[in-house]
């Protein structure tokens, strides 16, 4: 099983948010980057495809600088055989111009299954995966909890509001992982030093101009709060005429 | 001139609420660039659209077929992208709910245009300026749209429906195809909860119940609060779902949903970054916890300081009292 999984570096969700100088991008001084907590569930899908099938490829495969090295070698180092950096000094803010660098990559790459997160934690556009589903073609399905694959055939489950979508499609396929979908493994100390010697391309990519600018980036406003209305179960009273009274949702 | 299309969303032929909130967003857009909205709707024969005028829309297109019943992505991709290139269209307007975070790339791709996901706020003014939160809502971006057609999810319960009465004329299709042998993938079932409770993502009351409440089945004091409630669901810290008490469905926060309900009521929950990210935009947050130090604290607008296990229980009296039920 011949298995892509497009990975991310993003902000560590732990990251307290500064806004950069320039008004439009964050400050990143001091800022840790990590592997997008989705694509961790991407990577694990791919090895357990892979270990599965007992033989094949795990390919990851990165848009965007240098940087983005280290979140490939994690990805090496949880198992992946070997890395693509397509490089570029700066990811577009529309989604479809980054698809179709990733789609570009992949076309012709002979994978059967082709896996992203679900989301990225920056942009949190939800979009990407799908999008090269379209563009390739391939059948999609996005942020999936489940999947089962045997004899070319896949059946997925997704989350929707009050119920789980079971979707039935045909190898080669594009998923995007939702969490629940498996439980990562943490890279060994034996697969950090392998992956210091796996391979890992890197491709200069030139991005199209997309049809979106960022005029404007700033925190959101902040929350009143913090009144106290009091101690124990006595304080239940006044919390109910706060709410019929104040703020009327009662 | 060109219009604005919203595409609505429907469940067993009935248009969902996200449907209303997305007309009201189209017709604020289509005010400050001109033109109409024109709504377009994929589903089984016999969807009930007649509330699409009195939200605005001018003209609806309702796309049918007897394998509709379901969301099956290509084909109801493929159903918008006929319509946005038969017509003249400045954007299209979609929920960005399960399906509308699926089906908006799909357009996007299909027309290889510029997809503004999970909108706030939409300025149009000449040209169109969009709110979207970034870094799970620590940021939120303008970002302004440079091409057309380009395409827009809005957040559920974000845009209040506003009513804004139209003369509104239908124009049914037929669609050609089903999920047929060319479908690359096909939505086969839906698997329902056991319960009949609301979704987190659409209730207007949500409580959610954290670490502090010791064990599984202690939930069941959350749950009588959420009955109580009525039109309310139960949410989950990760810490709960990751013990297996909660299913990840019920999930709030950055690696799960995103909630804006009229009331957030957090249980025991100390109010982790990741789990802040997925509620802080909730109209009203109240908070119970035995530590008065809790983060959550810091963004509920309502705390009471103590053992939940004593304030619960009088709550859901209180509660039921207060709605005479
Ligand atoms: C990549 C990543 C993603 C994450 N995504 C999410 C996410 O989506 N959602 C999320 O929620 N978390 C997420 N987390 C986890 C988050 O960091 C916290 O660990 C988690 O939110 C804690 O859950 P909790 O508040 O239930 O538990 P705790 O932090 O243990 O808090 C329990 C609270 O209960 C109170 N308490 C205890 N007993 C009582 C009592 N008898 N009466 C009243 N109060 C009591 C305590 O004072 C405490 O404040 C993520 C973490 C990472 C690293
Ligand atoms: N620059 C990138 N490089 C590699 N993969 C990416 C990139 N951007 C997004 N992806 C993939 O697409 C998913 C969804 O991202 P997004 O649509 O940006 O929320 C991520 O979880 C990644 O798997």
Redesign the pocket.
Known sequence: MKVAVCIKRVPD??TRIKIGSDGKSIDETGVKFVLN?YDEYAVEEALKLKEQSGSGEVVVIALGSDTSQETIRTALAMGADRGVLLKTDAVSLDPVVNAKALAGELEGGEYDVILFGKLAMDDSSQAVGTMVAELLGMPGVSAISHLEVADGKGKAEREIEGGVEVVEFALPAVLTAEKGLNEPRYPALRGIMLAKKKPLDVKPVELEEGGVTMSRLELPPPRAGGRILGEGPEAVPALIEALQTEVKVL | MPGVLAVLEQRDGALKKVSHEVLTAACGLASGIGGAVEAIVVGPPGIDTDSVGAFGGEKLFVVTHEDFKLYQPEPYAAAVVERVKSGDYTAVVLGATAMGKDLGPRIAARLACPLAADATAIEANGGIKVTRPLYSGKALSELTITSTPCVISVRPNTFTAKENAREVSVEVIQAPDGPNAAVRARTVVVKEPETARLDVAEAAVVVSG???L?ESENFKLVEDLVDAFGNAAVGA????VDAGWRPHSD??????KTVSPQLYVA?????????L??MRTSRVIVA????KE?P?FKVADYGIV????EILPRLTEEVIKARGT
């Open positions: 969700t732990e907590p | 954290g670490r502090g010791k810290s990760r810490a709960v999930q709030v926060g950055q690696t799960g249980i025991g929950i100390s109010g982790a970054i990741q789990h990210a997925g119970i916890n035995k530590d809790a959550i103590g053992d939940l296990f």
